[in-house]
């Protein structure tokens, strides 16, 4: 069983930056793909970006193509999310997600899911 604790959300003007972390613990965290996602009040999660268990190959929405870069450190279980040039439309809150054996955007494909972090974006 692995546990997801994201953090490193707040709110920023527009064309800021904010890294999010998703920290792991537990289970075998260094094997496992893991997800960004996204969420609004009412909208259906909705995928950002996705990297493999050793970090050598990443899956970009093309709405954050350019502006975010996912990372990993197996050494500290943890992701990392590094969104540059914000927009109010990256508004959302952020979850990191974990489980998969090889790079997926389905939510379904992942086991294991932090509680979130609040990104606001004001213009």
């Known amino acids: 069983q692995v546990q997801l604790v994201e953090s490193g959300g707040g709110l920023v003007q527009a064309g800021g930056s904010l890294r999010l972390s998703c920290a792991a613990s537990?289970?075998?965290?260094?094997?496992?793909?893991v997800g960004w996602f996204r969420q609004l009040p009412g909208k259906e999660r909705e995928f950002v970006v996705a990297?493999?268990?050793?970090?050598?190959?990443?899956i970009y929405a093309d709405s954050v193509k350019g502006r975010f870069t996912i990372s990993r450190d197996n050494a500290k279980n943890t992701v990392y999310l590094q969104m540059n040039m914000l927009k109010p439309e990256d508004t959302a809150v952020y979850y990191c997600?974990?489980?998969?054996?090889?790079?997926?955007?389905?939510?379904?494909?992942?086991?294991?899911w932090g509680q979130g972090t609040q990104v606001t974006v004001s213009s």
């Open positions: 997600a974990a489980g998969a054996t090889i790079v997926i955007i389905t939510p379904r494909g992942y086991d294991y």
């Open positions: 990297i493999n268990w050793r970090g050598g190959r990443t």
């Open positions: 537990g289970g075998t965290f260094g094997s496992y793909a």
